[in-house]
Each structure stands twice: as structure tokens, then as C-alpha cells.
């Protein structure tokens, strides 16, 4: 994975293209969350996300619509198709967190740890030797 500092860009779209995005600056974190709201928002066992600055963000095509999932949060996801896109905490508003499989080049970005482990399914085996964390290693409650 790059410099954490480094200036990074890339572009994603949802699958029916609605909705799409380009982002510049730099990747704070890509990381798996097992969690049990991640794992309902996106349908699938666990969510890898691509987190970074939020200033960096700007949708090039259409507008996600918005659903407050917890108190503190909120998820957005593709009107159109219902892909989900991003999370954004109240409690870390300069920072957004993209699904990473939205990325149109996500070979790019491979994940560096596990969140939320205390909810991994036990047959899950992705990715078992990157460090795991109970809760976020950053900060978030989904
Ligand atoms: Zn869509
Ligand atoms: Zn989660």
C-alpha cells in the first residue's frame, strides 16, 4: 500500500452507474469491518473500506441518497441500484469511508487489517493474517 501521505486519485462508479466519483488526496486506511451494520448495509459477509479524507470527495455523476444508520452516522447508496457507497461518522466529519469494491480500480488498494472482529463470521478466512481489531483501530462505532 502507498505512503499514507502520499497524494493518491482514483475514480468508482455504483453497478448501474448513477452515481459515480473521483477522489484526490491521501488514503488514510483500507480496511475489512465485520460488523454486523456493514454486513446488513451491504448484503455481504464483511465490507472493505477505503477511508480518506472527506475534502477529497466530489461525485461527478448523480447524488447518492443518504440513510442515517445509527445515531452518529450515515450511509449512502445509489438510488437507482441500491449499491452502497459511503460512511460518514459524526464523530470524524473531515473523514469519509468508500466501499471499496465501488473503486473502479480496487486491485489498487488492498486492505492492511480487520475491524469488528468479534463479529466475523466463523468461515470467513479472508485475509486471516492481517492484524485484527475488536473494534475500529481508528475510532468507529458503526
Ligand atoms: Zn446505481
Ligand atoms: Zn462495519
Not at 442515517?68 to 459511503?86: K, N, Q, V, Y
Not at 464523530?91 to 469494491?101: A, Q, R, S, V
Not at 493474517?129 to 462505532?141: R, T
Request: contains cysteine; negative net charge.
Amino acid at each position: 500500500m502507498a505512503d499514507a501521505q502520499e497524494s493518491q486519485s482514483f475514480t468508482g462508479r455504483c453497478l448501474c452507474g448513477a452515481c459515480a466519483y473521483r477522489y484526490e488526496g491521501p488514503v488514510l486506511s483500507v480496511i475489512h469491518c465485520h460488523c454486523t451494520l456493514c454486513r446488513k448495509a451491504a448484503g455481504a459477509p464483511f465490507t472493505t473500506w477505503i477511508t480518506v479524507p472527506k475534502a477529497g470527495l466530489s461525485w461527478t455523476q448523480g447524488t447518492p441518497r443518504l440513510h442515517r444508520s445509527s445515531s452518529h452516522a450515515e450511509r449512502a447508496f445509489c438510488p437507482s441500484c441500491g449499491s452502497p457507497l459511503t460512511f460518514h461518522t459524526d464523530k470524524y466529519p473531515e473523514e469519509i469511508d468508500i466501499t471499496l469494491g465501488t473503486l473502479d480500480e480496487p486491485e489498487r488498494f488492498p486492505a492492511t487489517a480487520n475491524c469488528f472482529t468479534g463479529s466475523r463470521l466463523s468461515w470467513v478466512k479472508a485475509d486471516l493474517h492481517l492484524p485484527d481489531y475488536p473494534a475500529d483501530p481508528d475510532h468507529k462505532d458503526r
